[in-house]
């Protein structure tokens, strides 16, 4: 889930910052904005927030 990656990967502090964060808008899923705090994120996303980017590898 979104809120989770953004907490796993060190860009916010908790679970709940996390949902704030996506809340708020800042969140683009392959530069569509993304306000689904639980948003299923898939391998070969990628997911920004302001100057950082995260691109999601599978297992």
């Not at 070969?44 to 297992?59: F, M």
Request: proline share 0%.
């Amino acid at each position: 889930e979104l809120h989770h990656l953004l907490k796993l990967t060190g860009i916010c502090d908790s679970g709940g910052m996390g949902k704030a964060i996506v809340a708020s808008g800042a969140v683009t899923v392959d530069g569509a904005v993304e306000l689904r705090k639980t948003c299923k994120i898939r391998a070969g996303q990628v997911v920004r927030i302001g100057d950082q980017a995260i691109r999601v590898l599978a297992a």
